[in-house]
Protein backbone atom coordinates (compact mmCIF):
# COMPACT_ATOMS: atom_id res chain seq x y z
CA UNK A 1 0.00 0.00 0.00
CA UNK A 2 1.20 3.54 -0.75
CA UNK A 3 2.56 6.02 1.82
CA UNK A 4 -0.03 8.85 2.08
CA UNK A 5 0.24 12.90 2.63
CA UNK A 6 1.12 13.76 6.29
CA UNK A 7 -1.71 13.54 8.61
CA UNK A 8 -1.37 17.71 9.18
CA UNK A 9 -2.28 17.90 5.98
CA UNK A 10 -5.07 15.49 5.78
CA UNK A 11 -8.89 15.80 6.57
CA UNK A 12 -9.92 12.70 8.47
CA UNK A 13 -13.70 11.46 9.15
CA UNK A 14 -14.69 9.12 11.95
CA UNK A 15 -17.96 7.54 12.28
CA UNK A 16 -18.78 6.65 15.78
CA UNK A 17 -15.92 9.14 17.45
CA UNK A 18 -17.83 10.73 20.35
CA UNK A 19 -16.30 7.91 22.84
CA UNK A 20 -14.47 4.52 23.20
CA UNK A 21 -11.94 3.94 20.38
CA UNK A 22 -13.35 6.64 18.47
CA UNK A 23 -12.58 9.24 20.96
CA UNK A 24 -9.22 8.30 21.28
CA UNK A 25 -8.46 8.27 17.51
CA UNK A 26 -9.97 11.44 16.88
CA UNK A 27 -7.92 13.11 19.97
CA UNK A 28 -4.29 10.97 18.06
CA UNK A 29 -5.04 12.77 14.97
CA UNK A 30 -5.87 16.11 15.86
CA UNK A 31 -2.37 15.72 17.94
CA UNK A 32 -0.89 15.25 14.55
CA UNK A 33 -2.15 17.85 13.37
CA UNK A 34 -5.37 16.23 11.26
CA UNK A 35 -8.37 18.47 10.61
CA UNK A 36 -11.19 16.01 12.40
CA UNK A 37 -15.05 15.77 11.46
CA UNK A 38 -16.75 13.22 13.90
CA UNK A 39 -20.01 11.62 13.64
CA UNK A 40 -22.39 10.71 16.29
CA UNK A 41 -26.04 10.32 18.10
CA UNK A 42 -24.99 12.30 21.29
CA UNK A 43 -24.70 16.00 20.66
CA UNK A 44 -23.48 16.41 24.50
CA UNK A 45 -20.54 13.77 23.37
CA UNK A 46 -19.65 15.60 20.12
CA UNK A 47 -19.55 18.33 21.32
CA UNK A 48 -16.87 16.94 24.07
CA UNK A 49 -14.71 15.64 21.43
CA UNK A 50 -14.86 18.44 19.74
CA UNK A 51 -13.67 20.41 22.65
CA UNK A 52 -10.70 17.78 22.82
CA UNK A 53 -9.93 17.92 19.02
CA UNK A 54 -9.19 21.59 19.30
CA UNK A 55 -7.47 20.95 23.00
CA UNK A 56 -5.08 19.04 20.77
CA UNK A 57 -3.88 22.11 18.43
CA UNK A 58 -6.59 21.49 15.54
CA UNK A 59 -9.66 21.80 14.23
CA UNK A 60 -12.91 19.82 14.57
CA UNK A 61 -16.17 19.60 13.81
CA UNK A 62 -19.13 17.49 15.30
CA UNK A 63 -21.83 16.10 13.38
CA UNK A 64 -24.96 14.66 14.82
CA UNK A 65 -25.00 10.88 13.07
CA UNK A 66 -26.77 7.51 13.45
CA UNK A 67 -24.60 5.50 10.54
CA UNK A 68 -27.84 2.96 10.30
CA UNK A 69 -29.51 5.41 8.08
CA UNK A 70 -27.65 6.29 4.67
CA UNK A 71 -28.83 9.57 4.18
CA UNK A 72 -27.10 10.60 7.55
CA UNK A 73 -23.82 9.59 6.56
CA UNK A 74 -24.55 11.08 3.78
CA UNK A 75 -24.93 14.61 4.98
CA UNK A 76 -21.77 14.00 7.36
CA UNK A 77 -19.70 13.74 4.24
CA UNK A 78 -21.19 16.89 2.39
CA UNK A 79 -20.69 18.37 5.98
CA UNK A 80 -17.02 17.75 5.53
CA UNK A 81 -16.42 18.95 1.95
CA UNK A 82 -18.46 21.54 2.43
CA UNK A 83 -16.06 22.85 5.57
CA UNK A 84 -12.67 21.03 4.52
CA UNK A 85 -13.48 20.61 0.75
CA UNK A 86 -12.39 17.17 1.11
CA UNK A 87 -12.01 13.90 2.57
CA UNK A 88 -8.13 12.09 2.78
CA UNK A 89 -9.60 9.25 5.53
CA UNK A 90 -12.77 7.71 6.76
CA UNK A 91 -12.65 5.60 9.66
CA UNK A 92 -15.57 3.75 10.24
CA UNK A 93 -16.11 2.81 13.78
CA UNK A 94 -19.96 2.73 14.81
CA UNK A 95 -21.04 -0.07 16.98
CA UNK A 96 -23.67 -1.84 19.45
CA UNK A 97 -23.84 -5.29 20.70
CA UNK A 98 -26.07 -7.40 22.70
CA UNK A 99 -24.92 -9.40 25.47
CA UNK A 100 -26.80 -13.05 25.51
CA UNK A 101 -27.02 -16.33 23.39
CA UNK A 102 -27.83 -16.76 19.83
CA UNK A 103 -31.02 -18.54 20.34
CA UNK A 104 -32.22 -15.60 22.34
CA UNK A 105 -31.78 -12.35 20.34
CA UNK A 106 -34.37 -10.92 19.22
CA UNK A 107 -35.49 -9.81 15.23
CA UNK A 108 -35.30 -6.63 15.92
CA UNK A 109 -32.17 -6.59 18.04
CA UNK A 110 -29.68 -8.59 15.53
CA UNK A 111 -31.03 -6.39 12.75
CA UNK A 112 -30.30 -3.54 14.36
CA UNK A 113 -26.44 -5.18 15.32
CA UNK A 114 -26.39 -5.02 11.36
CA UNK A 115 -27.69 -1.95 10.42
CA UNK A 116 -25.14 -0.50 12.74
CA UNK A 117 -22.25 -2.47 12.48
CA UNK A 118 -22.69 -3.95 9.10
CA UNK A 119 -24.13 -1.57 6.97
CA UNK A 120 -22.78 1.74 8.69
CA UNK A 121 -19.40 0.71 7.56
CA UNK A 122 -20.84 -0.15 3.92
CA UNK A 123 -22.69 2.91 3.75
CA UNK A 124 -19.57 4.87 4.68
CA UNK A 125 -17.76 3.79 1.94
CA UNK A 126 -20.57 3.82 -0.79
CA UNK A 127 -20.48 7.33 0.57
CA UNK A 128 -17.05 8.41 0.79
CA UNK A 129 -15.57 6.43 -2.02
CA UNK A 130 -16.06 9.38 -4.53
CA UNK A 131 -13.75 11.64 -2.32
CA UNK A 132 -11.18 9.18 -1.60
CA UNK A 133 -10.61 8.57 -5.14
CA UNK A 134 -10.36 12.13 -5.71
CA UNK A 135 -7.95 12.76 -2.47
CA UNK A 136 -6.00 8.94 -3.08
CA UNK A 137 -7.08 8.54 0.34
CA UNK A 138 -7.70 5.75 2.95
CA UNK A 139 -11.02 3.85 4.35
CA UNK A 140 -10.70 2.10 7.33
CA UNK A 141 -13.09 0.10 8.87
CA UNK A 142 -12.64 -0.90 12.84
CA UNK A 143 -13.23 -4.59 12.38
CA UNK A 144 -12.38 -7.09 15.93
CA UNK A 145 -10.15 -9.92 16.50
CA UNK A 146 -13.50 -12.01 16.52
CA UNK A 147 -13.80 -11.32 13.11
CA UNK A 148 -12.73 -14.48 12.67
CA UNK A 149 -13.67 -16.25 15.81
CA UNK A 150 -17.04 -15.84 17.20
CA UNK A 151 -17.47 -16.85 21.14
CA UNK A 152 -20.46 -17.32 23.50
CA UNK A 153 -22.99 -14.48 24.14
CA UNK A 154 -21.75 -11.84 21.08
CA UNK A 155 -23.20 -13.88 18.06
CA UNK A 156 -24.97 -10.50 16.89
CA UNK A 157 -21.57 -8.65 17.12
CA UNK A 158 -19.11 -11.18 15.62
CA UNK A 159 -21.21 -12.13 12.94
CA UNK A 160 -21.78 -8.33 11.73
CA UNK A 161 -17.57 -8.08 12.27
CA UNK A 162 -17.34 -11.27 10.02
CA UNK A 163 -19.12 -9.98 7.09
CA UNK A 164 -17.47 -6.20 7.69
CA UNK A 165 -13.80 -8.50 6.83
CA UNK A 166 -15.39 -10.14 3.83
CA UNK A 167 -17.04 -7.55 2.39
CA UNK A 168 -13.85 -4.97 2.46
CA UNK A 169 -12.17 -7.95 1.59
CA UNK A 170 -13.89 -7.79 -2.06
CA UNK A 171 -13.40 -3.72 -2.30
CA UNK A 172 -10.06 -3.65 -1.92
CA UNK A 173 -9.26 -6.38 -4.76
CA UNK A 174 -12.27 -4.16 -6.65
CA UNK A 175 -10.04 -0.91 -5.83
CA UNK A 176 -6.56 -2.55 -6.92
CA UNK A 177 -8.51 -4.11 -10.21
CA UNK A 178 -9.20 -0.65 -11.29
CA UNK A 179 -5.80 1.25 -9.81
CA UNK A 180 -8.42 4.16 -7.93
CA UNK A 181 -5.78 5.09 -5.42
CA UNK A 182 -7.68 3.85 -2.72
CA UNK A 183 -6.39 2.14 0.03
CA UNK A 184 -8.82 -0.45 2.67
CA UNK A 185 -7.79 -1.20 6.27
CA UNK A 186 -9.19 -3.33 8.23
CA UNK A 187 -8.27 -2.77 12.31
CA UNK A 188 -8.74 -6.56 14.24
CA UNK A 189 -8.38 -5.06 18.12
CA UNK A 190 -8.06 -7.05 20.85
CA UNK A 191 -10.50 -5.81 24.14
CA UNK A 192 -10.21 -2.25 24.97
CA UNK A 193 -11.13 -0.52 28.15
CA UNK A 194 -14.35 1.77 26.39
CA UNK A 195 -17.51 2.92 28.01
CA UNK A 196 -19.08 0.50 25.75
CA UNK A 197 -19.93 -2.27 28.30
CA UNK A 198 -21.29 0.30 30.33
CA UNK A 199 -23.93 1.20 27.81
CA UNK A 200 -24.33 -2.40 25.95
CA UNK A 201 -27.55 -4.47 25.95
CA UNK A 202 -27.38 -7.59 28.01
CA UNK A 203 -29.22 -10.45 29.26
CA UNK A 204 -27.09 -11.97 31.75
CA UNK A 205 -28.04 -10.00 34.38
CA UNK A 206 -23.97 -8.81 34.97
CA UNK A 207 -22.18 -6.07 34.04
CA UNK A 208 -20.27 -6.59 31.05
CA UNK A 209 -16.98 -6.97 30.78
CA UNK A 210 -14.13 -6.72 27.85
CA UNK A 211 -12.21 -10.40 27.53
CA UNK A 212 -8.72 -9.73 29.14
CA UNK A 213 -6.13 -9.01 28.46
CA UNK A 214 -7.54 -5.49 28.59
CA UNK A 215 -5.70 -2.52 26.91
CA UNK A 216 -6.63 1.95 27.40
CA UNK A 217 -7.82 3.18 23.98
CA UNK A 218 -4.66 5.23 23.53
CA UNK A 219 -2.18 2.80 22.03
CA UNK A 220 -4.82 1.12 19.61
CA UNK A 221 -5.80 4.74 18.71
CA UNK A 222 -2.30 5.38 17.64
CA UNK A 223 -2.09 2.19 15.71
CA UNK A 224 -5.29 3.11 14.13
CA UNK A 225 -3.84 6.82 12.97
CA UNK A 226 -0.39 5.57 11.29
CA UNK A 227 -2.47 3.65 9.27
CA UNK A 228 -3.95 7.12 7.75
CA UNK A 229 -0.34 7.54 6.71
CA UNK A 230 0.75 4.38 5.89
CA UNK A 231 -1.94 1.53 5.35
CA UNK A 232 -2.00 -1.58 6.74
CA UNK A 233 -4.41 -4.16 4.75
CA UNK A 234 -5.28 -5.90 7.80
CA UNK A 235 -3.60 -4.72 11.46
CA UNK A 236 -4.23 -7.05 14.48
CA UNK A 237 -3.81 -4.46 17.84
CA UNK A 238 -2.66 -6.04 21.04
CA UNK A 239 -1.42 -9.38 22.10
CA UNK A 240 -4.91 -10.69 22.65
CA UNK A 241 -5.65 -10.18 19.22
CA UNK A 242 -3.04 -12.03 17.26
CA UNK A 243 -3.03 -14.88 19.75
CA UNK A 244 -6.79 -15.48 19.20
CA UNK A 245 -5.97 -15.36 15.49
CA UNK A 246 -3.17 -17.60 15.81
CA UNK A 247 -5.22 -20.18 17.61
CA UNK A 248 -7.90 -20.00 15.32
CA UNK A 249 -5.96 -21.11 12.33
CA UNK A 250 -3.93 -23.68 14.17
CA UNK A 251 -6.89 -25.19 16.22
CA UNK A 252 -10.67 -23.97 16.27
CA UNK A 253 -11.69 -27.05 18.23
CA UNK A 254 -9.23 -26.21 20.72
CA UNK A 255 -10.59 -23.06 21.26
CA UNK A 256 -14.03 -24.45 21.31
CA UNK A 257 -12.74 -25.85 24.41
CA UNK A 258 -11.56 -22.87 25.55
CA UNK A 259 -14.48 -21.03 25.48
CA UNK A 260 -17.01 -24.20 26.66
CA UNK A 261 -14.53 -23.32 30.02
CA UNK A 262 -14.48 -19.66 30.41
CA UNK A 263 -16.08 -17.95 27.14
CA UNK A 264 -19.29 -16.56 29.90
CA UNK A 265 -17.20 -15.62 32.92
CA UNK A 266 -14.81 -13.80 31.33
CA UNK A 267 -17.30 -11.39 29.53
CA UNK A 268 -18.96 -10.40 32.97
CA UNK A 269 -17.98 -9.63 36.35
CA UNK A 270 -20.15 -10.25 39.29
CA UNK A 271 -21.66 -6.93 39.69
CA UNK A 272 -25.20 -7.36 39.23
CA UNK A 273 -26.90 -5.70 36.27
CA UNK A 274 -30.59 -5.75 35.56
CA UNK A 275 -31.32 -6.56 32.33
CA UNK A 276 -33.78 -3.90 31.30
CA UNK A 277 -31.15 -0.89 32.48
CA UNK A 278 -30.98 1.47 29.77
CA UNK A 279 -28.31 0.64 26.67
CA UNK A 280 -27.75 2.21 23.27
CA UNK A 281 -28.91 -0.38 21.41
CA UNK A 282 -31.69 1.88 19.47
CA UNK A 283 -31.61 5.20 21.39
CA UNK A 284 -28.56 7.08 22.15
CA UNK A 285 -27.76 7.35 25.60
CA UNK A 286 -27.30 10.98 27.26
CA UNK A 287 -23.79 12.57 28.19
CA UNK A 288 -20.01 12.18 27.46
CA UNK A 289 -18.72 9.67 28.97
CA UNK A 290 -15.53 10.49 27.01
CA UNK A 291 -12.81 7.49 25.98
CA UNK A 292 -12.20 5.15 28.90
CA UNK A 293 -14.64 3.13 30.75
CA UNK A 294 -14.72 1.82 34.08
CA UNK A 295 -11.62 -1.05 34.08
CA UNK A 296 -8.53 1.25 34.41
CA UNK A 297 -7.43 -0.61 37.47
CA UNK A 298 -6.82 -3.29 34.60
CA UNK A 299 -5.92 -2.55 31.20
CA UNK A 300 -2.67 -2.08 29.67
CA UNK A 301 -1.37 1.41 28.60
CA UNK A 302 1.03 -0.39 25.45
CA UNK A 303 0.87 -3.06 23.12
CA UNK A 304 4.98 -4.13 22.62
CA UNK A 305 4.20 -6.77 20.10
CA UNK A 306 1.74 -4.43 18.00
CA UNK A 307 4.52 -1.60 18.34
CA UNK A 308 7.13 -4.22 16.74
CA UNK A 309 4.85 -5.65 14.16
CA UNK A 310 4.60 -1.63 13.04
CA UNK A 311 8.13 -0.26 13.75
CA UNK A 312 9.59 -3.68 12.02
CA UNK A 313 11.18 -2.00 9.46
CA UNK A 314 12.64 0.33 11.52
CA UNK A 315 14.17 -2.72 13.66
CA UNK A 316 15.53 -3.91 10.44
CA UNK A 317 16.97 -0.79 9.25
CA UNK A 318 18.79 -0.36 12.58
CA UNK A 319 20.12 -4.17 12.62
CA UNK A 320 21.63 -3.20 9.10
CA UNK A 321 23.15 -0.20 10.26
CA UNK A 322 24.66 -1.16 13.09
CA UNK A 323 26.13 -4.67 10.49
CA UNK A 324 27.48 -2.00 8.52
CA UNK A 325 29.33 -0.04 11.53
CA UNK A 326 30.81 -3.22 11.91
CA UNK A 327 32.25 -3.69 8.61
CA UNK A 328 33.76 -0.35 8.99
CA UNK A 329 35.66 -1.45 11.53
CA UNK A 330 37.52 -4.15 9.71
CA UNK A 331 35.15 -7.17 10.93
CA UNK A 332 34.43 -9.60 7.80
CA UNK A 333 31.25 -9.35 6.65
CA UNK A 334 28.86 -12.10 7.07
CA UNK A 335 29.20 -14.68 4.51
CA UNK A 336 31.82 -13.14 2.60
CA UNK A 337 35.09 -15.40 1.98
CA UNK A 338 38.55 -14.82 3.47
CA UNK A 339 40.93 -13.02 1.12
CA UNK A 340 43.02 -15.95 -0.16
CA UNK A 341 40.52 -18.52 -0.09
CA UNK A 342 41.05 -20.80 -3.28
CA UNK A 343 39.02 -19.81 -5.68
CA UNK A 344 36.79 -17.42 -3.44
CA UNK A 345 38.06 -14.32 -3.19
CA UNK A 346 36.35 -10.74 -2.79
CA UNK A 347 37.09 -10.04 -6.13
CA UNK A 348 35.11 -12.77 -7.59
CA UNK A 349 32.03 -12.50 -5.11
CA UNK A 350 31.88 -8.71 -4.21
CA UNK A 351 30.71 -7.53 -1.00
CA UNK A 352 27.58 -8.21 1.13
CA UNK A 353 24.95 -5.75 0.01
CA UNK A 354 24.49 -3.32 3.18
CA UNK A 355 20.69 -3.00 2.16
CA UNK A 356 19.60 -6.48 3.20
CA UNK A 357 17.82 -6.02 6.44
CA UNK A 358 16.06 -7.99 8.97
CA UNK A 359 12.68 -8.08 9.54
CA UNK A 360 10.82 -8.21 12.76
CA UNK A 361 8.53 -10.57 14.15
CA UNK A 362 5.70 -11.65 11.98
CA UNK A 363 2.40 -10.77 11.48
CA UNK A 364 -0.65 -11.64 9.90
Known amino acids: MERKK????????????????????????????????????TREALDGTVADIEAAGSIGL????????????????????????????YIANAMVTVYAEAHRLEDEELRRVFDVNFFGGVYGYWTVLPQLRAS????????????????PLQAAYCSTKAALR?????????????????????????????????RARQKVGLQP?????????KPFA???????EQPVRELPIGW??????????????AGDLVLLRNGWRAQHTEELKPTDS???????????????????????????????????????????????HRDRQGRRPCGEPERGARGHGTERFGKVDPRVRVDGPPGL
Request: hydrophobic letters at 40%; proline letters at 6%.
Open 62 to 89: GVETDVSDRGQVKRLAEATVTRFGRIDT
Open 6 to 41: PLSEQVVVIAGGSYGLGRAIAVAAAGRGAKVVVGAR
Open 240 to 253: GAQKLLWGQKLSPR
Open 222 to 228: EAVVRCC
Open 166 to 198: TFFESARVELEKERAGVDVCVILPAAINTPQFD
Open 278 to 324: PDNLFDAMPGDPGARGRFDAQARDSTAWSWLRLHRGMIGAGVASGGR
Open 209 to 217: QPVPPIYQP
Open 136 to 151: GGTFIQIASALSYRGI
